[in-house]
Structure formats: C-alpha cells, structure tokens
C-alpha cells in the first residue's frame, strides 16, 4: 500500500517501526531528499480528504497556518534521520507510515478513538491521543506548541485550539480508515515480528519551547521545557545533566523484559546519554505496547523516545528541517542500539 510501507529485512529477530514520521508531500524536509516520508495526501481515502480542514483548505489562512503548525509538530521528523532506519534496508525488516499522524494515527486502534472523532464513540481518554485527532494543538500567546501539555491534561476543544475536522466521521467512514491504514499497519509489523523477537519503535519527542543558555560554560546550549525562560528548572537541569535524553517505553516492564530494556540504557549510557523508563502519559500503556508486546511469549515491543535538544528545534515552529550534523552523531549511537537488541533477539 502506497501511504503504509513495508521495507524487507532478514530474520535477525529485530523490527523497526515509526508510526509517526510521515508528514504532507510538497513540503521541505532536508532529512528526506527522496520523499520516502512524503504523503500524497491526494491518495487518502476520500473521508479523510472532505473532512481535514487543512486539506480542505478553505479556511482563513491564519486558521490554516495553525492548523499546519499542528499536523507538522506530531510529525517525528527527527526519527528517521537519527536512527538511520532506512540505512538497514535489508537487514532489518521496516515498517512506517507516510500518513501524518494528526490525519490518522496508527500507533493507536479502535478504543482511543473519543466522541469529537467519531458518531458513537465515547469520550476519548485524551485530547489528540488516538488515532484521530480533533482540535490543533493550543497555541498560546507566546508562540508555545503546547501539545504535551494538552494531552497531559486531558484539554481539547478550548477557545484557542481550533477543530481539525470539519465534522465527526461516521461509523462507515471510520471503519474504513482504521482498516485501511491502522489494521494494515498493524499486520504488517506482527508479520514482520512472527512468533518471537523484539519491535523497536522509533519515535523522537518535540519540546514545548526552545531556548539556549546565554552565558557560562554551556553558552548556546539548546534548552527545552515550559520553564524555559525562568533561570531555574529546565537551565539548572540540563546544566547538571539530570534531564534525560532518551525516553524508553515498556509500559513499566509489561511490553518488554526488564533486561533488554537495561541493555539498551547501557548503550545510551555509553555514549553519555541519560536514558529512563517512561513515566506519566509517557509510560506506554496503550498504542504499541499493548498491540505487539508480550514478553511471556517472547515478543517484545520497546518504544525508543529520543528527546533531542539540539536536532528537530524548528518543529514548534512548523519546519520540518532538522540539524543533519547532529543526526549524524546520533546514528552512531543507534547503530549500536540495534546491535544490542539484535543480540537480545538472538537470546530468546
């Protein structure tokens, strides 16, 4: 299927997935010169084309812009550069979307969707949480792409989020759209895993807002975090080294073993980056883990969160470019995160 790709590997016991670093064609996105990433938005299916209000595009062009500034920050851009997925084709089996998330999310199935998406649902768990979101991200005052913040809190539909849909799909229409685009996506990857080995899910998460450090030994240091512009919080953390870098989702240890998980914190460790199991919304506990992971049957789902400081910090700012040089250096490190987990792989 055009906007669901599936890249063959050999039986090395490992999978690689990004569900979230498809974005619209025709945009610029210096990680992607080949367009491997680039959704035809053209080929949706025909509900998704009449109901997304930016592909309508017949709104106020500030509402549009908004609208964008949103579809491009649920896009993962920083993935695909930063792990060098696409640079083991043939080794190890690849799964992705082209579909921007915020058109159809295939992290997540059926029982995330909220009654703002569907006729009949019911009230999602979280705002723009599953597989189709509804309003933009808020946008406040000081430019803030507050994303995380609102699905933290549970806020959808407040008077400075705007609706991404013209209207609620219907029962018939969303049917389709999960079997076309999330059911695929999903065979696809239990096919590619097969009755034991490990997903790796390769996601990279945005900051609220960015900053850099004005003076001191770490002058021009990127910083990320809502208290960005204080003199304390996220500075004083970054410059002490306590915020992490990687964010490893196991849904506390019930999508993957604790030792594979412990092994891969080792390699971010030796390359001097902080890794920790997720927490809060970011524990992992629908979407992925649930649908692949299954560690008492040897199949393993682990969610790699890169949180880069210094590699996607135009994506609040609805670019899709990216720090190539720093993306670089982080394929040195996942070249070893996949040697590890092929390693695992091998001990099941």
């Known amino acids: 299927m055009e906007n669901i790709q599936v890249i063959p590997g050999e039986d090395r ?7 979230h670093s498809g974005y619209p064609r025709g945009l610029n996105a210096n990680w992607d010169p080949k ?13 998704i084309r009449a109901n997304v209000r930016w592909i309508r595009g017949d709104g106020p062009p500030q509402e549009n812009a908004q609208l964008l500034r949103t579809i491009i920050g649920g896009v993962d851009v920083g993935a695909p550069a930063a792990s060098g997925a696409l640079d083991f084709k ?3 089996p690849l799964v992705y979307s082209k579909v921007p998330r915020a058109f159809v999310d295939v992290n997540f199935g059926r029982d995330d969707v909220g009654g703002a998406a569907a006729l009949g649902a019911g009230e999602p768990r979280l705002a723009n949480g599953g597989p189709i979101w509804t309003h933009s ?14 699905v933290a ?3 959808f539909g407040r008077a400075d989020s ?12 969303f049917e389709r759209i999960m079997s076309i685009y999330v059911d695929t996506y999903e065979t696809a990857v239990r096919d590619r895993l097969g009755e034991k080995g490990i997903v790796a899910a390769l996601h990279t998460m945005p900051p609220n807002e960015v900053g850099t450090v004005k003076s ?11 208290e960005v512009s204080g003199v304390g919080g996220s500075i004083w953390e970054i410059m002490n080294g306590k915020m992490p870098d990687v964010m490893l989702i196991s849904n506390g240890g019930k999508s993957c073993a604790p030792w594979i998980v412990d092994a891969i914190k080792g390699v971010f460790k030796d390359h ?26 040897d199949m393993h789902f682990l969610g790699i969160e890169l949180i880069p400081r210094d590699l996607e910090t135009g994506r609040i700012r609805s670019s899709l470019n990216i720090n190539l040089v720093r993306a670089a250096v982080y394929r040195r490190v996942y070249r070893d995160v996949f040697a590890v987990l092929e390693e695992c792989a091998g001990r099941l």
């Open 216 to 226: 001191g030994p770490n002058d021009g240091a990127f910083i990320i975090g809502p």
């Open 153 to 155: 809190k549970g806020l």
């Open 137 to 150: 991200a808020i946008i406040a005052d000081s430019g803030r792409w507050e994303f995380f913040s609102t």
């Open 35 to 47: 367009g491997d990433f680039a959704c035809n938005v053209e080929s949706l299916d025909s509900a």
């Open 13 to 19: 016991g490992l999978v690689l997935e990004m569900p």
């Open 272 to 297: 001097n980056l902080i890794a920790i199991d997720g927490f809060g919304p970011m524990i992992g506990d629908r979407g992925g883990t649930v649908k692949y992971g299954k560690p008492d049957r």
């Open 162 to 173: 705007l609706p991404m849909l013209e209207r609620p799909y219907t029962q018939e229409e």
């Open 90 to 92: 043939g080794k190890y």
